[in-house]
């Protein structure tokens, strides 16, 4: 398999759209655990990777890994947290990556302005890792692989919905916004 291109923080800005703490906290996060867990970018489902939000810095992690929905090798659990779980199925490690529990200590004890995003940014560009994040393996059952599933057309709608989200509505198949117009109407 050939090595992938690592993109470059650049380019993954121009892929994110602007520059922002929160892409650079990715980026800074997910080139860390990449490392630790001897990961190039996965072309297929070699690396998956579980976030726990939707924020910025998930474009980073999907640019740098490879992971994405599509794939099914990017799984999000929304729980509001800066923390990434790396898993390569090469070599079976896996890394949990979150936030320093001492950071906005530390942003603090340098006269930081929370609210000064440049400031945050300058920061987090130049901060040793432990200072910004905590890294450490993990063990973690290998996630399943990414499942196809039947498709079913919607009674109400028409449109093709998956199997697995299909809902039955007075007796016909039902995509779910069709199913709940049902209990508003």
């Known amino acids: ?16 759209g602007h520059d922002c703490p929160g892409l650079l906290l990715g980026y800074r996060m997910t080139r860390a655990a990449m490392s630790l867990i001897a990961g190039d970018r996965s072309e297929d489902e070699e690396i998956v990777a579980i976030v726990e939000n939707d924020a910025c810095g998930v474009d980073a992690l999907q640019c740098l890994t490879g992971c994405t929905f599509g794939k099914g090798n990017l799984i999000f659990r929304d729980y509001g947290k800066h923390v990434y779980t790396i898993f390569n199925r090469t070599n079976r490690k896996a890394v949990r990556v979150s936030t320093s529990k001492n950071q906005d200590e530390k942003r603090k004890s340098l006269g930081l302005d929370p609210n000064d995003r440049q400031a945050f940014a300058n920061w987090l560009r130049s901060a040793p890792d432990d200072e910004i994040m905590e890294i450490k393996g993990i063990p973690l059952p290998e996630p399943d692989f990414a499942r196809i599933h039947n498709s079913v057309t919607c009674g109400f709608c028409g449109e093709l919905v998956m199997e697995t989200r299909a809902r039955v509505r007075n007796g ?3 995509c779910i916004p069709c199913s709940e117009a049902s209990m508003t109407a």
């Open 1 to 16: 398999m050939k090595k992938q291109h690592e993109m470059t923080y650049d380019e993954i800005v121009a892929f994110h």
């Open 172 to 174: 016909k198949i039902s």
